[in-house]
């Protein structure tokens, strides 16, 4: 039996889940200042999403296929094809698609000016926050069990059904994205 707390946060959550059908970013990785990415996220069907990173020029760097329950790298160039930049990728976009762990087991956390909600997984927090009227998510974060943070994702603004902007930073090494959404 749920509480009333769990199903507000599922309420809240679920109003907050991304609804994108097609979206592109310009996409800055600072560790690598010089690059310049563009992101194209579009919905397939029911569950499925294709992430693509592709240069200005049209070189592709790496194609994902995330679903709830997998995700398939269809293509990654060979230098970057490493299990830790894939994992690390996938984790971000489930993340920022709010596609990690069952919404229905995030725990709502006494705040006063934001809604904050906490999934325990393992020897990791997964935190969201957004406005009390869960109009917008504003914050993602995981940390060790030691609140330590692991990544920070800021988002700002919406747009096409997700985050206007959007800065991931990962705490555990010097690795950056920033992505800003392109109109089309």
């Known amino acids: 039996m749920q509480t009333t707390k769990t199903k507000l946060a599922n309420t809240c959550l679920q109003q907050l ?8 970013y ?20 029911n569950d499925t999403t294709r ?8 070189i592709k760097f790496f194609d994902f296929q995330l679903t709830n329950s997998d995700f398939k790298v269809m293509f990654c160039i060979k230098k970057l094809n490493k299990k830790v930049v894939t994992t ?7 993340l920022i ?10 725990v709502p956390l006494a705040t006063d000016s934001l809604k904050t909600f906490r999934l325990v997984n393992g020897k990791e927090f ?14 993602i974060e995981t940390s060790s069990n030691k609140n330590k ?36």
């Open 17 to 24: 889940k991304p609804n994108i059908q097609s979206v592109i």
């Open 26 to 45: 310009n996409t800055q990785v600072c560790s690598w200042q010089s690059f310049k990415w563009f992101v194209v996220s579009e919905k397939m069907g």
């Open 51 to 58: 992430i693509l990173f592709t240069s200005e020029t049209g």
């Open 88 to 94: 690390q990728l996938q984790k971000v976009f489930r």
């Open 97 to 106: 698609l709010m596609n990690y762990g069952n919404i229905h087991n995030y």
């Open 126 to 139: 997964v935190t969201y926050t957004a406005f009390n009227d869960c109009s917008q998510l504003k914050h």
């Open 149 to 184: 943070p692991k990544i920070s994702i800021n988002l700002d603004g919406t747009k096409n059904g997700i985050a206007d902007v959007i800065f991931i930073q990962y705490h555990t090494f010097s690795f950056d994205i920033s992505l800003k959404q392109i109109d089309r």
